[in-house]
């Protein structure tokens, strides 16, 4: 307990304004993303499981409200902060779903105070979480038969987001993370080869390609490009052939032309008969490189990918929102040039195959044949269902996937499917942005 100043400091100053005013009605906000980033078809809603667990155990601790204090908030707004939990409902897009711009991602009904505090936190995570689970499943698209193992974890910011790389690439597919926690936490396989320093430390390649294979249980990879890199290959095979090496064994390209080494690399395997030996590559690798590797059948049978997927290089950031759709049941909107909204509490309806979902008010019946993406996933401040899991999360991604069309997963220039505003939606825009012109025009 104890999480609520994880938070913009506009947050609290309006929290405290409502509750000294009595504005304590619900109020809803929604969740979405303006527009995809260039090169984007599509998103990946990610990041709701950090968001309940957040939600759940949102307070204020003994030393938060002893800072508020400081901070000069009033006595009285500090004891109503004291007992305020969270205590509202949440409709989310679950986990895995491909989602598209100005579709909420999710929305929260609660006490406007409630609501406004949880901003910050909610837009951090999904943001982040999207932005990664869009990357990671675009290097899936694009790896085609070739396996992908998350190496991120050096290279993201903070180990907070290592963990999320390492969870939504699992999601996307990923056979593996080099995240020995993330691992042991999300029930993933822990994958890893050997660091340049290994090799370095041993008087010969050859020594420590024997000691490591003699140390060290479970599969065995062995970096071959320290020195020469054809040269470490040979010197690879033999040591695997002098030790009887079976199982998964393998080979790892970390520099150099891969495409051309891999090729060079599987024809020295073959030649001394080690064609079940595996090429591993890594270095500098994204969905553009594998698109390549794809492409061109170059022999390689796994991949690690590091830093472009972490910090999600090409597209590090979403166009995310969290606005005000209705408070006490009136609808309200904003009618600001670029950053208009539309009111009231959504649903978004799809039919797969798709190339066009529809944008709903709530509870406006669905077209025939469309199912409703977002569902409840919390009433009272209590989830109604128990913790999503990634299995579950990949099985609706990978049936999403299969219903977008083969133009929106392109990696350059895609066609985004379209998002068509329901009739009722329209009419209650044009209704409440006229009011509000009427009222403020005076």
Same mark, same amino acid.
């Not at 050997?194 to 490591?212: D, L, Q, V």
């Not at 395997?269 to 590559?281: A, M, P, Y």
């Not at 009433?379 to 999360?393: N, Q, W």
């Not at 939606?425 to 403020?440: K, S």
């Given at each position: 307990?104890g999480?609520?100043?994880?938070?913009?400091?506009?947050?609290?100053?309006?929290?405290?304004?409502?509750?000294?005013r009595?504005?304590?009605g619900?109020?809803?906000?929604?969740?979405f993303?303006? !527009?995809?980033?260039?090169? !984007?078809?599509?998103?990946?809603?990610a990041?709701?499981?950090d968001?309940?667990?957040y939600?759940?155990?949102?307070a204020? $601790?003994?030393?938060?409200?002893?800072w508020l204090e400081?901070?000069?908030?009033?006595?009285?707004?500090?004891?109503r902060?004291?007992?305020?939990r969270?205590?509202?409902?949440v409709?989310a897009v679950?986990e895995?779903?491909v989602?598209?711009?100005?579709?909420p991602?999710?929305?929260?009904?609660?006490?406007?105070?409630e609501?406004?505090?949880?901003?910050?936190?909610l837009?951090?995570?999904v943001?982040?979480?999207t932005?990664l689970?869009?990357?990671?499943t675009r290097?899936?698209?694009a790896?085609?038969?070739?396996?992908?193992v998350?190496?991120?974890?050096r290279?993201?910011?903070?180990?907070e987001?290592g963990m999320?790389v390492?969870?939504? $690439?699992?999601?996307?597919?990923f056979?593996?993370?080099?995240?020995v926690e993330?691992?042991?936490?999300?029930?993933?396989?822990?994958?890893?080869?050997m660091?340049?320093?290994?090799?370095?430390?041993f008087?010969?390649?050859?020594?420590?390609f024997?000691?490591?294979?003699?140390?060290?249980?479970?599969?065995?990879?062995?970096?071959?490009?320290?020195?020469?890199t054809?040269?470490?290959v040979?010197?690879?095979?033999?040591?695997?052939?002098?030790?009887?090496?079976?199982?998964?064994v393998?080979v790892?390209?970390?520099s150099?032309?891969?495409?051309q080494?891999?090729?060079e690399?599987?024809?020295l395997?073959?030649?001394?008969?080690?064609?079940?030996?595996?090429?591993?590559?890594?270095?500098?690798?994204?969905?553009y490189?594998?698109?390549?590797?794809?492409?061109?059948h170059?022999?390689?049978d796994a991949?690690?990918?590091?830093?472009?997927?972490?910090?999600?290089?090409?597209?590090?950031s979403?166009?995310?929102?969290?606005?005000?759709v209705?408070?006490?049941?009136?609808?309200?909107?904003?009618l600001?040039?670029?950053?208009?909204?539309?009111?009231?509490?959504k649903?978004?309806?799809?039919?797969?195959?798709?190339?066009?979902?529809?944008?709903?008010?709530?509870?406006?019946?669905?077209?025939t044949?469309?199912?409703?993406?977002?569902?409840?996933?919390?009433?009272?401040?209590? !989830?109604?269902?128990?913790p999503?899991?990634i299995?579950?999360a990949?099985?609706?991604?990978?049936?999403d996937?299969?219903?977008?069309?083969?133009?929106?997963r392109?990696? !350059?220039?895609?066609t985004?499917?379209g998002?068509?505003? $329901?009739?009722?939606?329209?009419?209650?825009?044009?209704?409440?942005?006229a009011g509000?012109r009427?009222?403020?025009?005076?």
């Amino acid at each position: 307990m104890g999480n609520a100043l994880i938070t913009d400091l506009y947050e609290l100053k309006m929290a405290s304004s409502y509750l000294q005013r009595g504005m304590v009605g619900p109020a809803t906000f929604s969740l979405f993303v303006r !527009r995809l980033p260039t090169n !984007r078809g599509f998103l990946v809603a990610a990041g709701l499981e950090d968001c309940l667990r957040y939600l759940e155990s949102f307070a204020f $601790s003994t030393e938060d409200l002893d800072w508020l204090e400081n901070a000069g908030f009033p006595v009285d707004v500090i004891e109503r902060f004291s007992a305020l939990r969270f205590t509202g409902d949440v409709h989310a897009v679950p986990e895995g779903r491909v989602v598209l711009a100005n579709e909420p991602l999710l929305e929260v009904t609660a006490p406007i105070a409630e609501a406004q505090l949880v901003e910050t936190y909610l837009l951090n995570q999904v943001t982040f979480q999207t932005a990664l689970a869009t990357k990671a499943t675009r290097c899936r698209l694009a790896a085609g038969d070739i396996e992908l193992v998350d190496f991120a974890l050096r290279r993201t910011h903070g180990t907070e987001a290592g963990m999320a790389v390492a969870r939504v $690439s699992a999601i996307a597919g990923f056979v593996g993370s080099s995240n020995v926690e993330a691992a042991r936490r999300f029930g993933l396989q822990a994958a890893g080869t050997m660091a340049h320093s290994y090799i370095e430390a041993f008087p010969t390649e050859a020594e420590a390609f024997r000691a490591f294979a003699e140390d060290v249980p479970g599969p065995i990879t062995f970096l071959v490009d320290t020195y020469d890199t054809l040269e470490g290959v040979k010197t690879a095979a033999a040591v695997i052939r002098d030790l009887g090496l079976t199982g998964s064994v393998g080979v790892r390209l970390d520099s150099g032309n891969l495409a051309q080494l891999a090729r060079e690399t599987r024809r020295l395997l073959d030649d001394v008969d080690l064609s079940e030996v595996r090429i591993f590559v890594s270095g500098g690798l994204d969905e553009y490189d594998l698109e390549r590797f794809r492409v061109n059948h170059v022999p390689i049978d796994a991949a690690g990918v590091g830093t472009r997927l972490g910090v999600s290089t090409d597209a590090p950031s979403l166009d995310s929102a969290y606005k005000l759709v209705a408070f006490e049941e009136r609808p309200v909107l904003k009618l600001s040039v670029a950053k208009a909204t539309l009111p009231g509490a959504k649903q978004v309806w799809r039919r797969l195959p798709f190339d066009e979902d529809v944008l709903a008010t709530r509870n406006e019946p669905g077209p025939t044949g469309f199912e409703p993406l977002l569902v409840p996933v919390m009433r009272g401040g209590c !989830r109604v269902e128990p913790p999503d899991t990634i299995e579950a999360a990949r099985l609706r991604l990978t049936r999403d996937l299969d219903g977008l069309p083969p133009a929106a997963r392109v990696l !350059r220039a895609p066609t985004v499917p379209g998002v068509a505003v $329901s009739e009722r939606l329209r009419l209650l825009t044009d209704y409440v942005t006229a009011g509000v012109r009427n009222v403020n025009d005076g």
